[in-house]
């Protein structure tokens, strides 16, 4: 209504295949709904990709909020393999959020596809970099 800014998000990668950086920072306003008020929301996530062969991939990245309570929120590492045929990839991921919906822990998620077949996924979260003929829609 008055065109004040209510987010902000900006990333920037740099690098080669190899090894490409990432830093991503979000900063959001957030309602309370106990309070009805909102709440500045800020946060930084760094992290970084290589595709260190032809095939393989690894991920890694770190999540830490500033505003309303500052600490890490999660970190997650993955490798993946992907050619022509097939695709896996195993990821680990250690949250340190705490709402009604998700609980703070670790977990460790496999995938696994078959080009124009499908595949099995034991999480429901799709992070892993398939390309998108891998992608399974629902």
């Not at 690894?58 to 970190?75: I, L, M, V």
Request: aromatic content about 14%; hydrophobic content about 35%.
């Amino acid at each position: 209504q008055n065109l004040s800014f209510e987010r902000q998000d900006a990333s920037m990668s740099v690098g080669s295949p190899v090894f490409k950086p990432t830093v991503r920072y979000i900063q959001a306003y957030q309602r309370d709904a106990t309070t009805n008020l909102y709440n500045q929301v800020r946060q930084v996530t760094v992290g970084l990709t290589s595709n260190f062969t032809k095939y393989w991939t690894f991920t890694a990245a770190h999540t830490h909020a500033f505003d309303p309570e500052p600490g890490p929120r999660n970190s997650s590492i993955a490798l993946t393999y992907v050619d022509e045929c097939f695709a896996f990839g195993i990821g680990v991921t250690h949250n340190e959020t705490n709402r009604a919906d998700i609980s703070s822990g670790t977990s460790v998620a496999f995938h696994f596809y078959l080009k124009d077949l499908g595949g099995l996924h034991t999480d429901s979260v799709r992070d892993i970099s398939f390309p998108a003929e891998f992608r399974q829609t629902e």
